[in-house]
């Protein structure tokens, strides 16, 4: 018998690590691509206090202990020529007696890109809040509410203090957001291949394919880089007794607004180019994004 009971308790103990382990695991879920020409809310974090962080989950956080944070919802525009989205943040306090709540966003991460100062940062439609920075964190947003805090609670206007049983949902938009930086290699993959490829012109196509399969974890746009290798493309032209002219590209670079080459030099063409995305090639969940170098000869 008391083995028996032995027995029990270790597979008991067994099912609890278990069970401990798998709450705590990041997991990876499957989201469809939405339709491009659409704006949309794609991505809502939820009530996030025993799951494990994500990107979209670490943006935005509670500045007190007063303040709770249940859920956010991210309006990410479907191009990434957009430089503005907005979100949905809903609040509630913590205990029975009204205190100041506060947010603070982190506006070193995406969407925000780097961007500094409140400007151009605002709370769209009857939902009030008050932002600000300091210029010893300028990178930090403080999100409060608005109001005297008097005892005349209006979840509109005077917001400034809350409690547990209050919550306020408060759509925040942000303009003029720099262009996204790239994110990290586990989010996209990059491939090369031959497209013209004739005597006196011969072409390299560098296509990025986004990798984020889950849009609420990661609904925000990302850059991306390669290194395009034009040798072979060089040598396509030389191989058949031309001369070797210039570098054209497709699209066009266009100052650093669709992407960025090291070296800048197109002329004669070098044997490689860096490429850094930009606006306008930046990509998102499963996307696509493709730059095509063409050898010229004469």
Request: include cysteine; charged fraction near 10%.
């Amino acid at each position: 018998m008391k083995r028996v009971l032995l027995a029990v308790v270790a597979i008991v103990a067994t099912i609890v690590m278990f069970a401990t382990s798998t709450a705590t695991a990041p997991k990876e879920t499957v989201a469809a691509w939405t339709d491009p020409a659409v704006f949309v809310a794609e991505a809502s974090t939820g009530t996030w206090a025993n799951a494990a962080p994500t990107p979209s989950s670490l943006v935005i956080v509670p500045g007190n202990t007063s303040t709770a944070l249940d859920s956010t919802v991210w309006d990410i525009p479907a191009s990434p020529t957009s430089s503005s989205f907005c979100v949905d943040v809903s609040v509630r306090g913590t205990s029975a007696t009204p205190a100041a709540w506060e947010l603070h966003a982190n506006m070193t991460l995406p969407p925000f890109n780097g961007r500094t100062g409140s400007d151009g940062i605002y709370s769209r439609g009857s939902t009030q809040a008050s932002f600000s920075t300091t210029t010893q964190t300028p990178n930090t947003l403080v999100i409060t509410g608005a109001g005297s805090g008097s005892s005349n609670w209006n979840e509109s206007y005077n917001n400034r203090l809350i409690t547990e049983v209050q919550q306020l949902t408060i759509t925040i938009c942000v303009s003029n957001t720099p262009i996204a930086a790239p994110g990290a290699t586990s989010y996209y993959s990059v491939e090369q291949a031959h497209t013209t490829w004739t005597d006196t012109r011969a072409c390299v196509a560098v296509t990025a394919t986004g990798k984020v399969a889950d849009l609420q974890a990661n609904p925000f746009f990302f850059g991306w880089q390669a290194t395009v290798d034009l040798a072979a493309a060089k040598n396509r032209i030389l191989s058949a007794g031309k001369t070797v002219n210039y570098v054209g590209w497709s699209p066009s670079p266009s100052s650093g607004y669709q992407y960025i080459t090291s070296p800048t030099s197109y002329y004669p063409p070098a044997d490689s180019y860096a490429i850094t995305s930009g606006r306008a090639t930046a990509i998102k969940g499963t996307m696509t994004s493709t730059i095509t170098a063409c050898v010229h000869g004469y």
